[in-house]
């Protein structure tokens, strides 16, 4: 027994002298245990940052849900927004310090020292850059927020002013970010500056139309000519919005194809929006024969009034005999469509016109079509060529002729429609 124990002890002290002999290694002018430590350092920092990250998180979200206060719900969002490399690049930072970095600037060669040190601050640096921008963006979102306040969350307006200012916002936001992390890391920024002064210019140039766009997507946010959702026309192209972008627009036909427009065409145009009319204005123009008694005449425009105001969905405004036509006897009513939307506002329209159809033929009267009367005139017969030297002029013999061929023409044509018009009152 007394061998065994001698045994254990002899083992133990050869696994200590191992291990102290190799934790007193040296490697940049540092032990191995001092390496260990910053290991451990690391690991636990990044470790325990997570942990208490999920925690703050869980512990505030409950707290701003029984407040009526937002600027606990920024908090809860700016923490929610540290992401995993930046908590793992602040505990290489703080780990890095339990090495002695003087020592082991001493041990490398001029032309490398203090190349960890560099290397580690600017990866903090640039991490620290890179979780700005993502907090700035939360910002953002958070000044959005309070911009579209109150309004639904299928509100067209607030579906394009979120997706604008967003967009805007977190160009400006990682601008900044790129700007100060190269500052930050003393690139020449003032050089990178005036040169874009310089070459801005050109950049300006070839970015012309893109900027066109961007600033005028700005100003559909700002002045809401339409919002998505919206039935416009622009030109000849019409259809309903379906999104609004930075830089284009997209409309969908009626026809069902996508219409793709720049957003500075659509702001330099004449905009049609039927979307924000409250009723749609119907104009009716129809003709009957002359040979309609004047006491129907009279009679048909309170039929149409009566037709309109039995429509449902309709307003009547007003229905005049207009005027004398070349072959009809023409009426013109006006009336409204209280929807503003184009298939109630056909539906409507047939419905009057059928009522229009069907009460008219059963108070007897016609739909006038054009038509022509040609009265023919006899002349008298015209002299040979051989009488008319002894009776008349050849000039006047002439003159005759021709007037005889002109009526003759007229006379063929008139009979010509009227026969195409008797075998259609026939059909």
């Known amino acids: ?58 512990r505030l979200s409950v707290l701003a849900a029984r407040t009526e206060t937002e600027i606990d719900d920024l908090i809860v969002d700016l923490v929610r927004r540290t992401k995993r490399f930046f908590i793992f690049v602040l505990a290489l930072y703080v780990a890095h310090h339990m090495i002695d970095w003087t020592v082991a600037r001493g041990m490398l060669t001029p032309e490398k020292r ?52 967003s967009f805007v916002g977190n160009v400006v936001v990682w601008t900044i970010v790129l700007l100060s992390g190269l500052q930050a890391l003393e690139f020449p920024v003032s050089t990178f500056i005036a040169s874009l002064g310089v070459g801005g210019i050109a950049v300006a140039l070839a970015l012309q139309n893109i900027l066109g766009d961007l600033f005028a997507s700005i100003s559909i946010l700002l002045d809401k000519p339409f919002v998505i959702g919206d039935g416009i026309q622009i030109g000849e ?7 609004i972008g930075v830089k284009s627009t997209r409309l969908r036909s009626v026809n069902g194809e996508e219409i793709i427009m720049g957003n500075h065409d659509l702001v330099a ?26 006491e129907l005449v009279a009679r048909i425009p309170d039929m149409i009034k009566a037709i309109v105001a039995d429509t449902p969905g309709t307003r009547f405004d007003r229905a005049h005999f207009k005027s004398f036509a070349d072959s009809s006897l023409q009426f013109e009513a006006v009336y409204f469509s209280k929807s503003s939307d184009y298939v109630p506002m056909m539906d409507a329209q047939q419905s009057v016109n059928l009522g229009i159809l069907r009460k008219f033929a059963a108070e007897g009267i016609e739909f006038a079509f054009p038509t022509q009367t040609v009265r023919h005139v006899d002349l008298m017969p015209v002299p040979a060529l051989g009488e008319a030297r002894d009776t008349a002029k050849p000039e006047e013999a002439v003159l005759a002729q021709r007037e005889m061929k002109v009526v003759t023409e007229k006379a063929l044509v008139s009979d010509a429609r009227v026969v195409d018009k008797g075998s259609a009152k026939k059909s």
């Open 237 to 243: 192209f019409s259809g309903s919005i379906e999104r």
């Open 1 to 58: 027994m007394i061998s065994l124990s001698m045994l254990d002890g002899t083992v133990t002290d050869k696994v200590k002298a191992v291990s102290t002999e190799f934790m007193e290694r040296v490697y940049l002018g540092n032990t191995y245990q001092r390496w260990l430590i910053a290991a451990c350092v690391l690991i636990v920092l990044f470790i325990g940052l997570g942990v208490i990250k999920r925690i703050v998180v869980a």
């Open 114 to 165: 203090s190349t960890q040190e560099v290397v580690v601050h600017d990866l903090l640096l640039v991490a620290f850059c890179l979780q700005c921008g993502l907090w700035g963006g939360g910002l953002v979102a958070f000044g959005i927020g309070q911009l579209v306040k109150g309004k639904s969350a299928n509100d067209p307006a607030r579906t394009m002013g979120s997706t604008v200012l």
């Open 269 to 294: 145009s004449r905009i049609r929006n039927f979307k924000r009319s409250q009723e749609r204005r119907i104009v009716l123009t129809l003709g009957v024969e002359y040979e309609t008694p004047p």
